[in-house]
């Protein structure tokens, strides 16, 4: 069996919360389907940052959370059967600051039950402070699917969350697709600052002319390559845009901040018109 690809909507890491923060918002059928990417997840608990993590911006967010998450055992035994209980098709994302770590998280996601795929977080902006693997160079963000990849079933996606550095995107595409990506998610916050000079993402519909962009130079130079976007998605137009480019989905992140019933609503209008890529 071959993996496949979620979509044709997904719920961007770390924007929806644990799942029971959404569910409200979710339509009759609450999470039942929904692709559901968690926040990343590291081996160790993460605090998170401390001070401003948030300030909005004209066009979207600028952010630095710290990726603060309970850690794998405490995922395992409490975040993850309430998402599969829940019906969410799990994508669980992993972050590490040694290529060893994300090994590992690989390994012991592959034995929990309900884990429909992986999202590798090789793209994020680099916040003060975060300690996570240097994967700017497209070889190491290669290097570090590769470790993921071994460790996970062949018939579950591993998707790899590129940054989306317009100068080198098609390139990290490349190389993480040949070193075993299913997919490749275009892209992540944007490396930007907050007013005060300290380094954070920006995300929302600010971000989406350049994720597009991104998209756009993805498909072209390697239409052979699944390509999933993310960057700003916030209405219908929004995710068509990603999906004419050449998308076979989009992720839905900062929008949930402002109206969580935003996937639903992208649900209904979008997958009766897209089936999922095989
Ligand atoms: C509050 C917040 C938390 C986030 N946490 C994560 C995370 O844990 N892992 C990750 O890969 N991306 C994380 N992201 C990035 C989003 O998943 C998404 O890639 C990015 O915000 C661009 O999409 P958007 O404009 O739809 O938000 C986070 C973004 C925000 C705003």
Same mark, same amino acid.
């Not at 972050?95 to 770590?101: L, V």
């Not at 999933?228 to 999906?243: E, K, M, N, P, T």
């Given at each position: 069996m071959s993996a496949r690809v979620p979509g044709p909507v997904m719920v961007a890491a770390g924007c929806g919360g644990t799942g029971r923060e959404l569910v409200a918002y979710s339509g009759p059928d609450g999470l039942d389907g929904l692709p559901f990417v968690t926040r990343s997840i590291t081996l160790d608990p !993460? =605090?998170?940052?401390?001070?401003? &993590?948030?300030?909005?911006?004209?066009?979207?967010?600028?952010?630095?959370?710290?990726?603060?998450?309970?850690?794998?055992?405490?995922?395992?035994?409490?975040?993850?059967p309430w998402l599969v209980r829940a019906g969410a098709r799990?994508?669980?994302?992993?972050?590490?600051?040694?290529?060893?770590?994300y090994a590992d998280l690989a390994r012991r996601l592959s034995r929990a039950p309900g884990v429909a795929g992986l999202e590798v977080n090789v793209g994020a902006p680099d916040?003060?402070?975060a300690r996570l693997f240097e994967a700017r160079e497209p070889y190491h963000a290669a290097s570090v699917i590769a470790a993921?990849?071994?460790?996970?079933?062949?018939? !579950? =996606?591993v998707l790899a969350k590129l &940054?989306?550095?317009?100068s080198r995107v098609v390139e990290a595409a490349r190389s993480c697709h040949e070193a075993g990506a299913t997919a490749i998610v275009v892209g992540n916050a944007v490396p930007a600052a907050f007013p005060d000079g300290r380094s954070g993402g920006l995300s929302g519909p600010a971000v989406a002319p350049i994720a597009l962009r991104c998209v756009a130079d993805v498909g072209r130079a390697l239409p052979e390559v699944p390509v999933?976007?993310?960057?700003?998605?916030?209405?219908?137009?929004?995710?068509?845009?990603?999906?004419s480019a050449g998308a076979v989905a989009v992720q839905v992140g900062t929008a949930l901040l402002h109206d969580p019933t935003t996937v639903a609503r992208l649900r209904a209008s979008l997958t009766d018109s897209q089936e999922e890529t095989p």
């Open positions: !993460r =605090p998170g940052s401390t001070g401003t &993590r948030l300030v909005e911006v004209p066009g979207g967010l600028v952010n630095a959370v710290g990726l603060p998450n309970p850690g794998l055992e405490h995922f395992l035994a409490t975040e993850l799990v994508v669980v994302s992993v972050a590490g600051s040694t290529m060893g770590e916040e003060a402070g993921v990849r071994r460790e996970f079933p062949a018939d !579950r =996606p &940054r989306p550095d317009v999933i976007g993310c960057g700003g998605v916030h209405d219908v137009a929004s995710a068509r845009a990603y999906l």
